[in-house]
């Protein structure tokens, strides 16, 4: 079974930067982040394979960065240049079966999320 546990958002001004983490739990074949504002679906942000390759939305390339720390059975999400927009409740998931691994990969299992609000 795979547990994921979000930490790390918070409130910051435009232009500054926050790192999200997820604690893992269990096998994965498959990371990622998404995130969500009310009344709108689930967007993929980024996502990173177990040969830690990385696929990102085009709005956050160069400003959000996706990596693991197998040792520590965490995900990060490094953001920076935050804008507005930016502002979103952010999920971690992953998948524990063999298949395509990207933005648009099916995701099986979803932590509880952790909001983010950049502010002008």
């Known amino acids: 079974q795979v547990q994921l546990v979000e930490s790390g958002g918070g409130s910051v001004q435009v232009g500054g930067s926050l790192r999200l983490s997820c604690m893992i739990s269990?096998?994965?074949?498959?990371l990622g982040w998404f995130r969500q504002i009310p009344g709108k679906e689930r967007e993929a942000v980024a996502s990173?394979?177990?040969?830690?390759?990385?696929m990102y939305e085009p709005s956050v390339k160069g400003r959000f960065s996706i990596s693991r720390d197998s040792a520590k059975s965490t995900l990060y999400l490094q953001m920076r240049g935050l804008k507005p927009e930016d502002t979103a409740t952010y999920y971690c998931?992953?998948?524990?079966?063999?298949?395509?691994?990207?933005?648009?990969?099916?995701?099986?299992?979803w932590g509880q999320g952790t909001q983010v609000t950049v502010s002008s």
């Open positions: 998931a992953a998948r524990n079966n063999w298949g395509f691994c990207g933005l648009r990969a099916v995701f099986l299992h």
């Open positions: 269990g096998f994965t074949t498959c």
């Open positions: 990173i394979d177990n040969e830690n390759s990385t």
